[in-house]
């Protein structure tokens, strides 16, 4: 038995079946389209060009900017020339960052509840379970079918945000701005991560439950504490940083071994197949 | 050879298997026949280590499937109910799908062969979606067929054909036991459509096995006490055999209530005697009515 050739036949099929299915691919466009691209993008023009200090409710978005200045964790803000440079600077590069991080838990989570309940409400995972593959190799073919896309996918919409924030920043800042550590780290190291700790969260979750609704809603509640760190950089409570975003990476990484051993303990072939009988 | 040894199975509060025994031997067409719901499915699970049995044990070539499932299954074709195809995939990609997971070395060669085999030349590069049943069933034949299986488990393999369907099914069915030396447990309800391809058979009754052998085996079982049905036309009537107590019919047909198979040649040969026999044929000699009987006999148990 060939295992990387099966693993690549998993993964093939898994993927086709997404591309197949407008219901599993619209939503996971339009996600990063309006999260990674044109929510980001018409923030940033719109302050390119309007007086943001007339806006009312910014207020405290500035008071955050003059302590983050202050207190020396984002000092460059101190040497720009207006409020507007500060906030946009704020937005693009600190701001969306945790966002960002939408796309690859909503991708994953889509991917995976299909993948594995998907096959059980499709009555098909028991013809998967009759073949010879082992569950090491059908789990790694899984894993891998959601991750590729959902790395793939937060990419691509990190290229395309970033060409996007360049171009509406390049007049005000006469620079590229675009991404700093922050970013790259974000994008190369904790996404990976998070979509890999979403997906093995999913892939216990689907085990257990029976069809791909009830599997999706259960795996939803990993937005959850996403929320919190969106809420806590908007507030300027929680600065992301590169050292904060590598310990989240790797606190990530170490769920996912956890969440990897449970899924080895909990779903031999024998309780995969009674769980939908 | 497998050999099942005291199976028992326990789904939460549903006892699906009761200690159930049999021994099948390399070669051999087994069909496995009961109701919907008697435990076929559980035990064709069980036996292909994808289920694991409360109590007992079960060996495939001498490997115990629910320690070396993964050899058990690269040895084993298993078609279940669910035929397990990918509607959104045509006929053809399914079967390269399943190839590569297999391991099939040369794959195309092989699916051309199966497609050729089971008529599905025309239809392989159609969506699955888009099959009749007929057409599935026979896709998930082949799919089963790709890694040259040496046993071969069909569970329901008839369910939901047409009789041309049916046909197929079990000239395949003949075809792979004697060409390819398959081992074959073939599972039904309906044991009609399969008396002409199974050698044995095991009678299966609310997760017990309540019958078990081939059909002359079970017939002489069963079939100790004969009822004959007789036309003749004898010069003094029925009353030329009535030591043998006839239930008189018409003129020309009576039934005998025999005591033994024994007394069969003795009635006829008095009857030749006396007049002209036309025809004699056994009552509920069939292995149908048998198993009608036999389940008859467990109904209330």
Request: overall charge neutral; hydrophobic content about 50%.
């Amino acid at each position: 038995m060939n295992n990387r050739q099966a693993i690549k036949a998993l993964v093939r099929k898994d993927i086709r079946a997404i591309t197949a299915s407008i219901q599993l691919w619209l939503p996971m466009l339009i996600v990063p389209l309006i999260v990674g691209v044109i929510m980001p993008a018409l923030l940033i023009w719109m302050a390119s060009r309007v007086e943001l200090r007339s806006i009312g409710n910014l207020g405290f978005l500035l008071d955050s900017l003059d302590l983050l200045s202050s207190s020396g964790q984002i000092p460059e803000l101190a040497s720009m020339p207006t409020d507007n440079h500060r906030i946009i600077y704020y937005l693009a590069l600190y701001m969306f960052a945790p966002l960002f991080l939408i796309i690859p838990v909503m991708a994953s989570s889509i991917l995976t509840a299909n993948s594995f309940a998907g096959e059980k409400e499709r009555k098909t995972l028991e013809g998967l379970l009759f073949t010879p593959i082992s569950m090491d190799t059908l789990f790694k073919g899984k894993v891998l079918a959601a991750l590729i896309p959902s790395i793939m996918l937060s990419w691509i919409t990190f290229l395309i945000y970033g060409i996007i924030a360049n171009i509406l920043m390049y007049p005000m800042f006469g620079a590229i701005m675009f991404p700093n550590w922050n970013w790259i780290i974000l994008v190369l190291w904790v996404v990976p991560s998070c979509s890999l700790m979403v997906i093995l969260l999913n892939v216990l979750i689907s085990a257990k439950v029976r069809g791909f609704q009830e599997a999706y809603q259960l795996g939803g509640l990993v937005v959850i504490p996403l929320l919190a760190l969106i809420a806590g950089q908007a507030s300027g409570m929680l600065l992301i940083s590169p050292v904060l975003l590598l310990l989240i990476g790797a606190a990530l990484l170490l769920i996912s071994l956890v969440l990897l051993r449970l899924v080895a303990l909990w779903n031999s072939r024998q309780q995969l197949a009674e769980s939908q009988i | 050879m497998i050999e099942v040894r005291s199976i028992s199975k326990q789904f939460k509060e549903h006892q699906a298997l009761r200690d159930v025994s049999f021994t099948i031997e390399q070669g051999s067409v087994t069909g496995l026949i009961g109701p919907n719901g008697s435990g076929k499915t559980t035990l064709i699970r069980i036996m292909n280590g994808v289920l694991g049995a409360t109590s007992g044990s079960v060996t495939i070539n001498g490997l115990d499937p629910s320690a070396h499932a993964e050899k058990v299954l690269a040895m084993c074709g298993t078609l279940t109910e669910q035929s397990g195809l990918y509607e959104n995939m045509s006929g053809r990609d399914n079967l390269m799908f399943f190839a590569e997971v297999f391991g099939v070395q040369q794959h195309t060669a092989r699916i051309d062969e199966l497609a050729e085999l089971f008529e599905l030349q025309e239809y392989q590069h159609r969506k699955v979606g888009t099959y009749s049943t007929g057409m599935k069933k026979r896709l998930g034949l082949a799919r089963v067929l790709l890694h040259r299986p040496s046993i071969l488990f069909l569970d329901e393999p008839t369910n939901g054909l047409d009789p041309d369907g049916i046909q197929m099914v079990l000239r395949i069915i003949r075809r792979l036991n004697r060409e390819e030396k398959m081992t074959i447990l073939v599972s039904s309800h309906v044991l009609s459509q399969l008396s002409a391809v199974c050698d044995r058979y095991i009678f299966m009754e609310k997760g017990r096995k309540v019958e078990e052998g081939s059909e002359q085996e079970i017939v002489n079982r069963y079939l100790t006490a004969p009822r004959l049905e007789v036309e003749a036309a004898l010069t003094d009537g029925w009353s030329a055999a009535a030591e043998f107590n006839p239930e008189i019919i018409s003129t020309d047909k009576a039934i005998f209530q025999l005591q033994s198979r024994e007394e069969i040649p003795m009635l006829l040969r008095q009857l030749t005697t006396k007049g002209q026999v036309y025809q004699a044929r056994m009552i509920g000699s069939d292995l149908e009515s048998i198993y009608f009987a036999i389940r008859e006999a467990h109904h209330y148990e």
